[in-house]
């Protein structure tokens, strides 16, 4: 069977929103970008960078994503983005009057507030724009923003602070926001491609009715807990990551430059091939298995994860170091894509935004929290290399409920 034509609009709006996903991982790396010298400067520890790159930014991201998902599915997205979009850039560019830990933690809650409002909404216009064939790539295409925006966050850090600051990174990545936000408002909202039942209903479903709908799936469905469950422990070693920066500086002799600098070149390069070849390593699985899409993450858990394990083991400025770095670096995101169209397959289609918000609930809560965080906190006491190691052992644990939801079958 031939895949489904898509309209130039679906790319424009693929696009677009990809580059607004870049930036939304521009300003949320910037911590992570900038850490040593906000270390050295404001004498923060590893901990606190992981509390602000971890739950300082994800508990209240996902706390009002959850209702803003409940939001994508009644009301118009592009609007929302917008706001939202305008709401962390203003906040981004706070962040570089900060003079403490509690004065980068405000501005930091509102970031998270304000970037939850993209991705329920974008995965969810995605959802009405793409067929099922292609909504794996597309969805990995939008996920590239992850190691685009973390790469550029890098660069631009290795570029503007050594000149201007660390504070000129906050300023001017908040300034390209603010006029990105008005850009998205000259799109057109997709018509919402909702399944039969509900779209013979005159209105939107109403907050109970999406809670109980999203309940009764998951209740019917237990590969959906099980596929959260794993995305969470992947998430895990992807938030650790984030600390890379730190410990190339103090651990393995790089100056903050060209530390930076590397980290974002490698993270642009491999992130991208990790998603797109992820993206669509899913979507082939999907046209010759059922559940092709949940199936495909075993294979990618097996591979990524021996090779981080390696990488945070190696010597540095050794072609294997680098070789490692660059494999690790795409799988971070790589499974992204057949995630979230598993999710999306899985739940029910007028529960699509809800159900993107409360798998980014799960998997940010219980992993990409947890990781910088507790991450920080080895590296304070035993040193990040040992808080790295332990990271992709949880990483591998991903296995285990991947392997039950390919055993479940949902109940009648």
Known sequence: MRDAPVSAGAWRLLAF???????????????????????????????QIGLLAGYGFIFFYTLIGLFLGFAADRWRRIPLVAAGLALWSGMTALSGLARSFVQLAVPRIFVGVGEATLTPAALSMLGDVFPASRLAMATGVYYTGIPLGAGASFIAASYLAPRFGWKACFFVLGAIGLVASGALLLFREPTRNDSP???????????????????????????????????????????????????????????????????????????????????????????????????????MTLFFAPIGMVFYSLPPRTPLFYLCWFITSAGISAWYGPLFAAIQELAPAHTRATSVAFTLLVIN??????????????????????????????????????????????SS
């Not at 939304?24 to 404001?42: C, G, K, Q, Y």
């Not at 600390?243 to 491999?270: D, N, P, S």
């Not at 965080?373 to 285990?400: E, H, K, M, N, Y």
């Open 17 to 47: 929103l990809t580059a607004v996903n870049v930036l939304n991982f521009v300003d949320r790396t910037l911590i992570a970008s900038l850490a040593p010298l906000l270390i050295a400067e404001l004498g923060l520890t590893r901990t």
């Open 197 to 299: 039942e509900a779209a013979v209903r005159a209105d939107r479903p109403g907050f109970r009715r999406l809670i109980q709908d999203w309940i009764r799936a998951l209740a019917r469905n237990p590969r959906l807990v099980l596929a959260m469950l794993g995305g969470a422990l992947l998430c895990y070693g992807a938030g650790s990551a984030l600390h890379i920066v730190t410990w190339l500086v103090q651990e393995r002799g790089y100056t903050f430059q060209r530390a930076t600098l590397l980290a974002g070149v490698i993270g642009i390069g491999a992130g991208l091939l990790g998603n797109v070849a992820g993206g669509a390593f899913g979507d082939w699985n999907a046209r010759r298995r059922q559940n092709g899409h949940l199936w495909s993450l075993i294979p």
């Open 365 to 410: 809560l219980l992993g990409v929290g947890p990781g910088p965080l507790i991450t920080g906190i080895i590296g304070d006491t035993r040193g990040l290399s040992a808080g790295l190691l332990l990271s992709v052992g949880v990483v591998a644990l991903a296995l285990v409920p991947f392997g039950f939801a390919l055993r479940e079958r949902p």
